[in-house]
């Protein structure tokens, strides 16, 4: 009985220890970003730079590799910079997945980046960035008068005029159709939000062809609709050169969003269609739609040595050969600001993680009158060469972005202030707040527009007691603030009953009066 009781104790016993053992040996399935407790994680030394990418380009690799780091596979978390797509960042990033990314870790996008991606996002964000602006009594958020005719931006601002007039379809449909009857002869452009490379835009110029958003238009819930698209006034004046339409792609790149460390690479490239622009043509995307993905369809137009493409610096030479020199850098100082505009609307909405960068690709079409118009901005521009001179770009590129966001230790370090030396820069230019010029701030302050006199009138008026508007009132009299209107003039009279609008003139004629009695005096004593 003993013996048999010993045997079954041994065997037990076999069976928990073979037990033990295999939970040590045995590891977990393989999960994105997990790493199994029993490895010996991280590392005491490590002498180089580990990667990981999802997307095998020579831009990418060539410039990892040149810098001796070993590649490693993305799921087991083994990696210091990781080059990834935008849905497995922000499924690094979800609240349900467990991993959160050690100090020595970065990656190549924020994680709610789609709010500059997105074109309804963006459009959102740029129009509470102008109303902020607008409460705050910003002068960057200065208009023009109320008679002034709008254009393609659809708004009276001088300075945050951006973007073309945009509407959210189906939840703006009929604010669309309100505007499209002042103007039934334009032309607009219908986007999908959330696709890029031209995929789904067309152009329209009948309301007929919009049948589809003017039933969900009826039948919309937002909490269930997703397939959102974005209509703007389409810009038909744009700057030819050979009889062809081009758009500006520009790169850059983004360290922190609080606060906003943002640098524009130098080596931007201009895409211009195959076919000569013609506006009464908008079922032909051939002639309007600059998308390298689209234009190398037309096989027979499309040119394989140079990709449709030129250089900043050649398009800056013909400006200043054609409209004048300094238009170049009178339009890249525009750029430069309608970019900072677009950073500055997303930045209080951005999560900003230490463990972040992103290159966006910029997409910009100026008209004929050489202003900007933002169109639309990439977190995961094409980084694919479709020339030699594309691939010498992109690789300059990605070489001058790991200057900026790698530590000058080499080691990717959350802990660092994000802010390279002048030398890693390179082609890279710090984009700066934007500000007016001190002469037009001081002409602002001391000239406010009629609208601004009409609101203080009012204001001053709705105060009651005369007693309460002297100031306001002498200051009217003696010409300090500026009178446009018989309106403004009409709410104040002085005690003698007389307007301030004839005061002021009274006063204006006695002025003239007393400088020609001075002149004839002196005159006669020259003459004496």
Request: aromatic share 10%; net charge positive.
């Amino acid at each position: 009985m003993k013996s048999r009781f010993k045997k079954v104790k041994s065997i037990t016993n076999n069976r928990d220890a073979e037990q033990s053992s295999s939970s040590k040996t045995k590891l977990p399935l393989p999960v994105f970003g997990l790493v199994s407790k029993e490895r010996p994680w991280p590392r005491k030394e490590r002498h180089c730079v580990y990667y990981s990418t999802d997307c095998d380009k020579t831009a990418l690799i060539n410039n990892f590799q040149k810098r001796g780091w070993h590649k490693v596979p993305a799921f087991d978390g083994e990696w210091n910079l990781y080059w990834a797509c935008a849905q497995n960042c922000r499924y690094i990033f979800g609240v349900d997945h467990p991993y959160r990314m050690r100090s020595d870790q970065m990656i190549n996008h924020f994680p709610n980046s789609m709010e500059l991606s997105r074109k309804d996002l963006l459009v959102k964000n740029i129009k509470r960035y102008r109303k902020d602006l607008e409460r705050k009594g910003d002068a960057l958020a200065e208009t023009h008068p109320n008679n002034t005719k709008l254009g393609i931006g659809g708004t009276r601002y001088m300075h945050l005029d951006i973007i073309p007039m945009t509407f959210v379809l189906p939840a703006d449909y009929n604010l669309f159709v309100e505007e499209f009857h002042k103007n039934p002869a334009s032309t607009w452009i219908v986007k999908p939000s959330d696709k890029s490379q031209g995929v789904g835009i067309y152009l329209i110029n009948k309301l007929s062809k919009l049948k589809r958003f003017a039933y969900e238009a009826r039948t919309f819930y937002p909490h269930f609709h997703r397939d959102t698209c974005v209509i703007s006034k389409y810009i038909d004046n744009p700057l030819l050169i050979g009889g062809k339409k081009f758009d500006l792609r520009l790169y850059v790149l983004v360290t922190t969003f609080n606060p906003i460390k943002a640098y524009l690479y130098n080596e931007g490239f201009c895409r211009f269609c195959t076919q000569r622009y013609d506006q009464t043509e908008i079922d032909n995307v051939f002639m309007h739609l600059t998308n390298v993905s689209i234009q190398k369809n037309n096989v027979k137009e499309y040119n394989t040595i140079h990709g449709g493409k030129w250089s900043m610096q050649n398009l800056c030479l013909y400006l200043d050969s054609i409209r004048g020199e300094g238009v170049s850098k009178q339009l890249s100082r525009r750029i430069s600001e309608t970019i900072r505009h677009s950073l500055d609307a997303v930045a209080p909405v951005m999560a900003n993680d230490r463990h972040c960068f992103e290159v966006y690709g910029y997409d910009i079409i100026i008209d004929n009158n050489l202003k900007p118009w933002l169109i639309e901005i990439n977190t995961s521009p094409s980084i694919h060469s479709t020339t030699k001179n594309d691939c010498t770009l992109k690789t300059r590129l990605i070489d001058n972005v790991l200057d900026v966001v790698i530590p000058p230790s080499g080691m990717p370090d959350e802990r660092w202030a994000k802010t390279p030396s002048q030398d890693s820069l390179k082609n890279f230019t710090l984009l700066t707040p934007v500000e007016l010029p001190k002469q037009q701030k001081l002409c602002n302050l001391a000239t406010p527009t009629a609208a601004a006199a009409e609101a203080a009138a009012a204001a001053a008026a709705a105060a009651g007691p005369q007693r309460k508007n002297k100031s306001f009132v002498r200051r009217l009299v003696s010409g300090a603030i500026p009178i446009t209107g018989s309106n403004v003039a009409s709410k104040f009279k002085l005690a003698s009953g007389t307007s301030v609008l004839k005061k002021q003139a009274q006063n204006k004629k006695s002025a003239d009066t007393k400088v020609l009695v001075k002149k004839s005096k002196l005159t006669k004593r020259v003459s004496k």
